[in-house]
């Protein structure tokens, strides 16, 4: 998530904060609000449904694999559009790139253990 907004930042210098929207399952969307100085993810990220995710998280720039859908839904916002690579690690703060990698479990698990 901190790739995407750091990558958004530099593609729309303009922009003061964004959405990251990620296409998640089973109809939400991964969404996560970020400051541009000092960079600085301004919340937790959340999977949520569409017209929810829009209420969460209200920034006019969004960037990621749903930031369309997300603006068409808000009925407002700029799409920035961008593909990530690992080059684009250099747009993160140092801090950022110093991060050990680990998973983020935004959902609970779907599957449920079976009882005899």
Same mark, same amino acid.
């Given at each position: 998530?901190?790739?995407?907004a750091a990558t958004g930042f530099a593609d729309s210098p303009d922009a003061t904060?964004?959405?990251?929207?990620?296409?998640g399952g089973h109809g939400e969307v991964f969404v996560?609000?970020?400051?541009?100085?000092?960079?600085?993810?301004?919340?937790?990220?959340? %999977?949520?449904v569409?017209?929810?995710?829009?209420?969460?998280?209200?920034?006019n720039y969004v960037i990621g694999s749903a930031a369309e859908s997300f603006v068409a839904v808000a009925g407002h916002g700029s799409c920035i559009p961008c593909e990530i690579a690992a080059r684009d690690v250099r747009f993160l703060p140092p801090?950022?790139?110093?991060?050990?990698? %680990?998973?983020?479990?935004?959902r609970g698990a779907d599957a449920k253990p079976l009882h005899d």
């Open positions: 998530m901190a790739l995407y904060e964004l959405v990251v929207a990620l296409v996560q609000h970020f400051a541009a100085a000092p960079f600085l993810p301004m919340g937790e990220v959340a %999977s949520l569409p017209q929810a995710a829009t209420q969460f998280c209200s920034a801090t950022f790139k110093q991060l050990q990698p %680990s998973p983020i479990y935004v």
